[in-house]
T-cell receptor, first 113, second 114 residues
Framework: DAGVIQSPRHEVTEMGQEVTLRCKPI?????LFWYRQTMMRGLELLIY????????DSGMPEDRFSAKMPNASFSTLKIQPSEPRDSAVYFC???????????FGSGTQLSVL | LAKTTQPISMDSYEGQEVNITCSHN???????ITWYQQFPSQGPRFIIQ???TKVTNEVASLFIPADRKSSTLSLPRVSLSDTAVYYC???????????????FGRGTSLIVHP
């Protein structure tokens, strides 16, 4: 398996634009997590899915953020409109089961100018 | 959810053994202890997991005392490539029926010097 695949690797956009981050989890993994990492706040959990259903989105900062998982092999994290304070590295991770080890993607480095 | 406390940073030299301790005073009976490693510009990766006593694999050892209120990740003979951030997580296993939200916090930044 190729592991968790995220795209794009880097994204530079202007304030107010819509940003869509993509993630393909490892096949057979039932859990998918979206994290955000900044120097100030460390690695924060935004939302996670179990069997394509959002379970906990309490970490999503505000309504500008939304996440979907239309099927077991694909998830998106959308920011609309984007703001400079959204600049961070966004990681997607998947696991086979709760408290099974997480496998992380390479992340998307987002810069909002 | 058990809160963890670990040092913000540590320094070491090549060839030394490094021990990183994590405190988790309110660990629950069903909780396991898991450690991850994160290199710059990469996502965290699983290193080791344990419940009690000692666990060893090809990367590290994990020591857990009888009261389980702390754990120590031991890296033998570190090299420059072990420079990374190390995270300690505590949470229930699926087998116990507990729900679990993996919370990473800030971790311990280990710098290995030549």
């Amino acid at each position: 398996d190729a592991g968790v695949i995220q795209s794009p690797r880097h994204e530079v956009t202007e304030m107010g634009q819509e940003v869509t981050l993509r993630c393909k989890p490892i096949s057979g993994h039932d859990y998918l997590f979206w994290y955000r990492q900044t120097m100030m706040r460390g690695l924060e959990l935004l939302i996670y899915f179990n069997n394509n259903v959002p379970i906990d989105d309490s970490g999503m900062p505000e309504d500008r953020f939304s996440a979907k998982m239309p099927n077991a092999s694909f998830s998106t994290l959308k920011i609309q409109p984007s703001e400079p304070r959204d600049s961070a590295v966004y990681f997607c991770a998947s696991s086979q089961d709760s408290n099974e080890k997480l496998f992380f993607g390479s992340g998307t480095q987002l810069s909002v100018l | 959810l058990a809160k963890t406390t670990q040092p913000i940073s540590m320094d070491s030299y090549e060839g030394q053994e490094v021990n990183i301790t994590c405190s988790h005073n309110n660990i629950a009976t069903n909780d396991y202890i898991t450690w991850y490693q994160q290199f710059p510009s990469q996502g965290p990766r699983f290193i080791i997991q344990g419940y009690k006593t000692k666990v060893t694999n090809e990367v590290a050892s994990l020591f857990i005392p009888a009261d389980r209120k702390s754990s120590t990740l031991s890296l033998p003979r570190v090299s420059l490539s072990d420079t990374a951030v190390y995270y300690c997580l505590v949470g229930p296993s699926h087998a116990s029926g507990g729900s679990y939200i993996p919370t990473f916090g800030r971790g311990t930044s280990l710098i290995v010097h030549p």
